[in-house]
């Protein structure tokens, strides 16, 4: 059915953090720290107030040790008064496009004009889990368990980290290594040219570390960008999930720290505060399965979106897969039939980080303001999730008066 008439909510800002790299700048920072400076950017940016927020969702992946429902601190931090409810999402990698989608839902439905969306993380900070403590071990050693690998990045179905998952279905698709190694590259070298452009700092608000002496030092950009990575350079890894496998820590996203988020109103809303938005919000496409494997889920639940939005994938002018591997980034846009030079035209998690709860909401951002920078069109955000599924997520910019 297509969507191309139905009343549309619209994206009037976003901000995000900086990425840290695990145990970098951002370790001591929880994910509700981070989701909160994320908030407070991006009502700034809107130019609305915290009291004139109806709802919160925010997505989080690792949530061991968090404490109850954190989007609801995390809103608190961002200045959203105590009166405003939140909720806390998980969908694995999808959870921050999820909450965009949920926001747009609900306003279209006519239960909230002006929704606070997005995503956070502190993979660093995901605890270690002692099994069966309370129940006690009777006899011999007991041993702890990482919440990040167990609940983040492992399949639910057979508990295999999701690399070893990917690799084991990358045989289905002819992926070389070679070609694995090169688009991971080109995310770090065009992450790299974007970051000496300035077009992240149109996305980024600074993070403020505390200092033992003196002033907060401003942490204002992503840590895992490695500007002279090549090709070359990637195949001197050895492979990390099979002895003769393709897939390097090279050629994987990195585990990462921060937050994203969107303030998502009613175009009527907009335009009653006098509020240009940046993007309008489009057709949702979900998918899942056959199996638990990652590669095409991401185009598929493009193809879904665009299906239901009325059009062709291939008027597209700018598409964000999440670079959960590299093998997904080639893969869906292969399966896609698009233009490679249209898919993450300033590089994407393999290079900037993916912090697992943030990420959804990080792409859906990027495409925003990418159109933005084009003069408008219109575009696709969309990634893999653990378990086997898929979102995706049209945006329309129109081109300027």
């Given at each position: 059915?297509?969507?191309?008439?139905?009343?549309?909510?619209?994206?009037?800002?976003?901000?995000?953090?900086?990425?840290?790299?695990?145990?970098?700048?951002?370790?001591?920072?929880?994910?509700?720290?981070?989701?909160?400076?994320?908030?407070?950017?991006?009502?700034?940016?809107?130019?609305?107030?915290?009291?004139?927020?109806?709802?919160?969702?925010m997505g989080q992946v690792i949530q061991a040790g968090a404490g109850q429902n954190p989007a609801r601190p995390a809103a608190v931090a961002g200045g959203i008064p105590m009166s405003v409810p939140s909720l806390t999402i998980?969908?694995?990698?999808?959870?921050?496009?999820?909450?965009?989608?949920?926001?747009?839902?609900?306003?279209?439905?006519?239960?909230?004009?002006?929704?606070?969306?997005?995503?956070?993380?502190?993979?660093?900070?995901?605890?270690?889990?002692?099994?069966?403590?309370?129940?006690?071990?009777?006899?011999?050693?007991?041993?702890?368990?990482?919440?990040?690998?167990?609940?983040?990045?492992?399949?639910?179905?057979?508990?295999?980290?999701?690399?070893?998952?990917?690799?084991?279905?990358?045989?289905?698709?002819?992926?070389?290594?070679?070609?694995?190694?090169?688009?991971?590259?080109?995310?770090?070298?065009?992450?790299?040219?974007?970051?000496?452009?300035?077009?992240?700092?149109?996305?980024?608000?600074?993070?403020?570390?505390?200092?033992?002496?003196?002033?907060?030092?401003?942490?204002?950009?992503?840590?895992?960008?490695?500007?002279?990575?090549?090709?070359?350079?990637?195949?001197?890894?050895?492979?990390?999930?099979?002895?003769?496998?393709?897939?390097?820590?090279?050629?994987?996203?990195?585990?990462?720290?921060?937050?994203?988020?969107?303030?998502?109103?009613?175009?009527?809303?907009?335009?009653?505060?006098?509020?240009?938005?940046?993007?309008?919000?489009?057709?949702?496409?979900?998918?899942?399965?056959?199996?638990?494997?990652?590669?095409?889920?991401?185009?598929?639940?493009?193809?879904?979106?665009?299906?239901?939005?009325?059009?062709?994938?291939?008027?597209?002018?700018?598409?964000?897969?999440?670079?959960?591997?590299?093998?997904?980034?080639?893969?869906?846009?292969?399966?896609?039939?698009?233009?490679?030079?249209?898919?993450?035209?300033?590089?994407?998690?393999?290079?900037?980080?993916?912090?697992?709860?943030?990420?959804?909401?990080?792409?859906?951002?990027?495409?925003?303001?990418?159109?933005?920078?084009?003069?408008?069109?219109?575009?696709?955000?969309?990634?893999?999730?653990?378990?086997?599924?898929?979102d995706a997520l049209i945006l329309h910019v129109p081109a300027p008066a």
């Amino acid at each position: 059915m297509s969507q191309s008439n139905r009343p549309r909510s619209v994206i009037v800002s976003g901000a995000r953090t900086p990425m840290g790299r695990l145990l970098g700048s951002l370790k001591d920072f929880s994910a509700a720290d981070l989701g909160g400076v994320a908030i407070k950017a991006a009502l700034e940016r809107a130019g609305i107030s915290g009291d004139q927020v109806d709802y919160v969702i925010m997505g989080q992946v690792i949530q061991a040790g968090a404490g109850q429902n954190p989007a609801r601190p995390a809103a608190v931090a961002g200045g959203i008064p105590m009166s405003v409810p939140s909720l806390t999402i998980n969908k694995v990698c999808l959870s921050g496009l999820s909450a965009i989608a949920m926001a747009d839902q609900l306003i279209r439905a006519g239960e909230f004009d002006v929704v606070v969306a997005g995503g956070m993380e502190s993979m660093t900070q995901a605890p270690h889990l002692l099994a069966n403590s309370r129940t006690g071990t009777k006899f011999g050693d007991t041993k702890l368990v990482d919440s990040m690998a167990h609940d983040g990045l492992s399949d639910t179905f057979d508990q295999v980290a999701m690399g070893e998952l990917t690799e084991k279905a990358n045989s289905r698709y002819d992926l070389t290594r070679e070609e694995q190694d090169e688009f991971a590259a080109a995310s770090h070298q065009k992450a790299a040219r974007a970051h000496k452009d300035g077009i992240f700092a149109e996305a980024i608000t600074p993070v403020l570390i505390p200092q033992r002496k003196g002033d907060p030092i401003e942490f204002t950009d992503d840590e895992g960008i490695r500007p002279d990575t090549t090709a070359a350079s990637l195949a001197k890894l050895k492979p990390a999930f099979a002895k003769d496998g393709t897939i390097t820590a090279g050629s994987a996203s990195q585990i990462s720290d921060g937050a994203c988020a969107v303030v998502v109103m009613s175009a009527a809303k907009a335009a009653e505060l006098g509020i240009t938005p940046i993007a309008e919000i489009g057709a949702h496409g979900v998918v899942a399965g056959p199996d638990a494997t990652l590669q095409t889920q991401p185009s598929r639940a493009v193809q879904k979106a665009c299906a239901r939005e009325g059009i062709d994938p291939k008027e597209l002018d700018v598409v964000e897969f999440n670079e959960a591997f590299a093998a997904v980034g080639i893969v869906s846009t292969r399966e896609l039939g698009i233009d490679p030079e249209k898919v993450n035209p300033n590089g994407g998690a393999i290079a900037l980080g993916h912090p697992v709860g943030m990420s959804g909401a990080r792409v859906v951002l990027d495409v925003a303001l990418e159109l933005r920078r084009r003069g408008g069109g219109v575009g696709a955000a969309a990634l893999c999730g653990g378990g086997g599924q898929g979102d995706a997520l049209i945006l329309h910019v129109p081109a300027p008066a």
